[in-house]
């Protein structure tokens, strides 16, 4: 049988106490509840800056988007990102192994009908030594999406000469309704304690 390093490491795990199932549980839910903030935030503030018409929507992403991330990083002691199945900012957004692994695991659950909408995957995992909860919480493309990750011809003029000026290595376009955009990425170390325990 040939496992994967975390699928090893659940094994080792697996006849953890009630207690320790319950941690994790209670990260998971911890986990979901951060990364529906995160999307709610996003998607109002989206719809804010588009009332002031398309080009204003790009700052979303680019400005608003990883100052949300960074306060729900420090607020929890978590790492809090979007990683994208494509990116725009090489520096930003590029998935680790484990965070590609998931999101090929997502894109084929989603060929066989399953809501991107409501698609996640959590679990325990072992990095350089410490023990991690890991979770994604899948993106799907909506329609204000395309105004900057559509096709060059969904894409208004003034938002594609703003992503060639900000990003001259961009590959965050060509997606179409419903694709898998990427995820909300959550990392919390084992050994920080969950926000109010």
């Given at each position: ?34 990364a ?6 996003l ?12 080009a ?10 990883p ?9 929890n002691?978590?790492q ?9 900012n090489?520096?930003l957004?590029?998935?680790?192994a484990?965070e590609r ?10 060929a ?18 410490r ?35 900000f ?11 419903g694709?898998?955009r ?6 919390q170390p ?8």
């Open positions: 049988m040939n496992l994967k390093p975390h699928h090893l490491l659940l094994l080792l795990l697996a006849p953890l106490s009630v207690q320790a199932q319950d941690e994790i549980a209670a990260r998971a839910e911890a986990a979901k509840t951060v529906a903030s995160f999307l709610a935030q998607q109002s503030d989206l719809q804010t800056e588009l009332a002031s018409g398309p204003a929507a790009a700052t979303v992403c680019r400005d608003i988007a100052q949300l991330a960074g306060t729900l990083s420090r607020q002691g978590w809090v990102t979007r990683i994208g199945t494509r990116v725009r090489p520096l957004g590029l998935p680790d484990w692994e998931v999101l090929n695991e997502f894109e084929a659950r989603a066989k009908g399953e809501d991107l909408a409501t698609m996640d995957h959590g679990e325990l995992v072992e990095f350089e030594g023990l991690e909860y890991r979770y994604l919480k899948a993106v799907g493309v909506q329609p204000a999406c395309l105004i900057c990750h559509g096709s060059p011809e969904q894409i208004p003029a003034d938002v594609l000469h703003s992503i060639e000026q990003y001259p290595q961009d590959r965050a376009v060509g997606y179409a309704l694709d898998l990427g995820a909300i990425s959550i990392r084992t050994d920080i304690p969950l926000v109010g325990e």
